[in-house]
């Protein structure tokens, strides 16, 4: 079984300051990794996925998360947050079983101040 | 444009009128799954399904059916919705068998029953 903890239900910046929000992962098997983002009323759209090659991955609009195997954990960052980037954001764990679930966290959701 | 298209977007209904909510990919995607997204809980798959006329039960399965006829559609039925089925939506979608598939989501379809 897997589970996912955002560590953050909330979390506020100001324009122009780093993002970090953070999140943990617990699984049986080796899992697959994934960052989404909520824009009100829309869908999840992906960031970023870790699937086992480098550990420190780029994803769009400058997120980038980092897979720390011995922390179990999974944080996105971006160095300069921009208003365009509040939204709801998802960490979410994927293993490679017949259902294939993703297995969401409850979500931490960004404001960005002016 | 490569998408998941649901339908309706947004519906209130009353308990036990029976509803579906259709859902379509245009990737030629072989997975297909259905999530429900409730405050706090992060999202939930009910049902999902590897490929034509195979479906199975994901983690909230009971109150919902569904059917893969096409590879394309994957609806999502209520056959007597009751409140408790009140929520936000999703239809996702993805390429091959692995997990390390990212999951393409549909933008939602809000469903409230009275």
């Known amino acids: 079984a897997q589970s996912v903890t955002q560590l953050d239900s909330h979390v506020s910046v100001s324009e122009g300051t780093p993002v970090l929000l953070r999140c943990n992962y617990s699984?049986?098997?080796?899992?697959?990794l994934f960052w989404y983002v909520q824009h009100p009323n829309k869908g999840l759209q992906l960031l970023l996925k870790?699937?086992?090659?480098?550990?420190l991955v780029k994803g769009i609009n400058g997120f980038e998360a980092e897979f720390k195997k011995s922390e179990t954990s999974f944080h996105l960052t971006k160095p300069s947050a921009h208003m365009s980037d509040a939204a709801e954001y998802f960490c979410?764990?994927?293993?490679?079983?017949?259902?294939?679930?993703?297995?969401f966290g409850s979500g931490t959701r960004l404001q960005v101040q002016p | 444009e490569a998408q998941v298209t649901q339908n309706p977007r947004y519906l209130i209904t009353v308990t036990g009128k029976k509803l579906t909510v259709t859902c379509s990919q245009n990737?030629?995607?072989?997975?297909m799954s259905w999530y429900r997204q409730d405050p706090g809980l992060g999202l939930r798959q009910i049902y999902y399904?590897?490929?034509?006329?195979?479906?199975d039960k994901g983690d909230v399965p009971e109150g919902y059916k569904v059917s893969r006829k096409e590879k394309r559609n994957f609806p999502l039925i209520l056959e007597s919705p009751s409140p408790n089925q009140t929520s936000l939506y999703f239809c996702?979608?993805?390429?091959?068998?692995?997990?390390?598939?990212?999951?393409?989501f549909g933008d939602g379809t809000r469903l409230s029953i009275l």
């Open positions: 990737m030629n995607h072989e997975y």
């Open positions: 996702a979608s993805s390429l091959g068998r692995g997990g390390s598939q990212p999951q393409h």
């Open positions: 979410v764990v994927s293993v490679d079983t017949g259902r294939r679930a993703l297995t």
């Open positions: 399904s590897m490929n034509v006329e195979v479906t």
């Open positions: 870790y699937t086992s090659a480098a550990t």
């Open positions: 699984s049986s098997y080796s899992p697959s």
